[in-house]
């Protein structure tokens, strides 16, 4: 008898695919690859030095100095740089680094001492029909709240949070109760850690997860549809704008 096996989709498929099925058709089809924005290249840079500072924190129960917080930027600034093909073109670089810099100091300054991590990038991962969906968390703490972390210039909504689908999702790959903060290093004038905290129901993972059956059964049948409409759908926000343009226009 054959056995059907379970294909892994990343929940950053899901997520891509309701956003635009266009972007998910060139991504996750094509292969198409594109420049990673600078947003993308800070929040990266900033995630992978507090994972290791985090992890040394497990390992050796104290906490990094800021020069070591510095040198451990100014390797993953490196490998980010060597690895992502980063466009530059209307952002400066230096002032890049410098907000990655910003976050990171006032992360340290006001929050980590008081975070207590078990466990660094804990996969999560649900099975809906024949297919897996999942990804990872930042944090696991010894409360047993899960945390995520990031860079931004706004402190989340609180409503905004409440309704995150990701946040849904990874409550629905962990299982309820699902405790979930997040920090997002705020850059604004005087920059400073926004905290937020949430909790997911049953309920509402049960309809997350009702949800997404249909998205990944439309996803099997291949068409896709550009979402015009989108406020991501803007030639600064998508790095497919012109192959799209032309793809439309040649009705491709
Ligand atoms: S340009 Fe708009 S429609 Fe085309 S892939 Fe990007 S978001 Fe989708």
């Keep these: 008898m054959n056995k059907k096996s379970i294909i892994y989709v990343p929940y950053y498929a899901v997520d891509t695919y309701q956003n635009c099925q266009q972007k998910w058709k060139y991504i996750f089809r094509d292969n198409m690859k594109t420049e990673a924005e600078p947003s993308l290249f800070e929040h990266m840079v900033f995630s992978d030095t507090l994972s290791e500072c985090f992890l040394c924190k497990i390992r050796y129960g104290q906490d990094p100095d800021i020069d070591m917080v510095m040198k451990t930027m100014q390797k993953y600034l490196k490998d980010r740089e060597d690895n992502l093909q980063v466009n530059w073109s209307r952002y400066n670089r230096v002032e890049s680094y410098d907000r990655i810099e910003i976050a990171l100091n006032i992360y340290m300054e006001k929050v980590f001492e008081q975070v207590e991590p078990v466990e660094i990038n804990p996969p999560w991962a649900i099975k809906i029909g024949d297919y897996k969906v999942g990804g990872r968390v930042n944090l696991k703490l010894a409360n047993g709240v899960y945390l995520n972390y990031s860079i931004g210039s706004k402190a989340t909504a609180q409503s905004s949070l409440d309704k995150d689908e990701k946040v849904t999702a ?3 790959g962990l299982g309820v109760p699902f405790r979930f903060v997040k920090h997002v290093s705020v850059l604004k004038s005087k920059p400073d850690v ?8 049953w309920e509402q993972v049960n309809l997350w997860i009702q949800k997404t ?3 990944l059964k ?3 049948t291949g068409i896709t549809y550009p979402n015009i409409g989108s406020w991501l759908c803007d030639e600064d926000k998508c790095p497919f704008w012109e192959t799209c343009r032309f793809d439309l226009e040649n009705e491709l």
């Design 194 to 201: 926004d905290h937020k905290f949430t909790t997911r129901t």
């Design 218 to 220: 439309q996803m099997e």
């Design 170 to 172: 990874i409550a629905a």
């Design 213 to 215: 059956k249909k998205v």
